[in-house]
């Protein structure tokens, strides 16, 4: 945090090294896999089985300079809306139904060759619920998963939109802007190797998942500085056609002010065909 001469309402900008958890291997060379929040483990049984490595990278701010960046090439891009229909964001039935429909016409309208929109779930993020911003560099789903959410969510029509380009973009917004403290980096999707992403099983009572942890090489990191309500941050975690695919990560920025708000923020996760 900064020191006493920022006030509470203060919104750090501009560039920043700060700390960034990447992937660090499990020991004995296994598989690694986690069991995600809300399921436990076995008895005996770790929550997960690899560790992380904390490294400081430098951020750079797109404040600005929005327009630089495009999902085809970086896979994340930023968009302007008005206000939501939503106000709220305090019950899934409201948000699916108010807001849910705001997100697939915003993909439809901003995505280009975007046909049809999918929105298979979201994640509220508010200060003291189970589902604090994710400090840690990941992608949602790994090229398995996203194939395998178009087989679990439309089975009978899989097959022919497999066929197609399919996406899975996340819409990322605050609740609470400006945000002050623990925003999102995301790393430019054209500087990082394939070899950098390694595969993690998500461990569900049902199911189990895949999703990507990174290894930190030289890719590049952005985040938007002072992100406000009315502002939306596109993630591509899969693209079949041109290979793009984000890792991010909450942050601990050590600029924000003594008394900060807890950021809180809402994702959207959508399968965008065509």
């Known amino acids: 945090m900064v020191g006493d001469d920022q006030n509470s309402s203060h919104i750090p900008r501009g560039p920043v090294i700060a700390q960034l958890k990447f992937f660090a291997p499990p020991t004995d060379g296994s598989k690694p896999w986690n069991y995600p929040n809300g399921v436990d483990p076995p008895e005996g049984m770790p929550r997960r089985n690899f560790g992380d490595l904390d490294l400081p990278?430098?951020?750079?701010?797109?404040?600005?300079?929005?327009?630089?960046?495009?999902?085809?090439?970086?896979?994340?891009?930023?968009?302007?809306?008005?206000?939501?229909?939503?106000?709220?964001?305090?019950?899934?039935?409201?948000?699916?139904?108010?807001?849910?429909?705001?997100?697939?016409?915003?993909?439809?309208?901003?995505?280009?060759?975007?046909?049809?929109?999918?929105?298979?779930?979201?994640?509220?993020?508010?200060a003291?619920?189970?589902?604090?911003?994710?400090?840690?560099?990941?992608?949602?789903?790994?090229?398995?998963?996203?194939?395998?959410?178009?087989?679990?969510?439309?089975?009978?029509?899989?097959?022919?939109?497999?066929?197609?380009?399919?996406?899975?973009?996340?819409?990322?917004?605050?609740?609470?802007?400006?945000?002050?403290?623990?925003?999102?980096?995301?790393?430019?999707?054209?500087?990082?190797?394939?070899?950098?992403?390694?595969?993690?099983e998500h461990r569900y009572k049902d199911r189990t998942g895949e999703t990507l942890s990174g290894s930190h090489t030289d890719e590049k990191w952005y985040y938007w500085s002072g992100m406000e309500n009315d502002e939306r941050l596109l993630l591509q975690c899969f693209d079949s056609e041109k290979g793009g695919r984000v890792p991010h990560s909450a942050f601990v920025d050590p600029r924000s002010p003594e008394g900060a708000k807890p950021r809180e923020s809402i994702e959207v996760r959508a399968l965008v065909f065509g």
């Open 128 to 200: 003291g619920n189970d589902r604090p911003p994710v400090l840690r560099v990941h992608i949602d789903q790994t090229t398995k998963a996203a194939i395998g959410r178009v087989k679990q969510l439309l089975p009978d029509e899989a097959e022919k939109l497999l066929k197609g380009r399919v996406r899975i973009i996340n819409v990322w917004r605050p609740l609470n802007g400006p945000v002050q403290c623990t925003p999102l980096a995301f790393a430019d999707s054209s500087t990082v190797p394939n070899e950098a992403l390694v595969a993690v």
């Open 57 to 126: 990278v430098e951020i750079q701010d797109i404040r600005g300079r929005e327009s630089q960046f495009n999902l085809d090439k970086n896979a994340f891009s930023t968009l302007k809306t008005g206000p939501s229909v939503e106000n709220h964001f305090d019950s899934d039935e409201t948000i699916k139904a108010n807001y849910y429909p705001e997100v697939e016409q915003l993909l439809l309208k901003h995505i280009q060759g975007a046909s049809r929109v999918f929105i298979f779930d979201h994640t509220l993020r508010r």
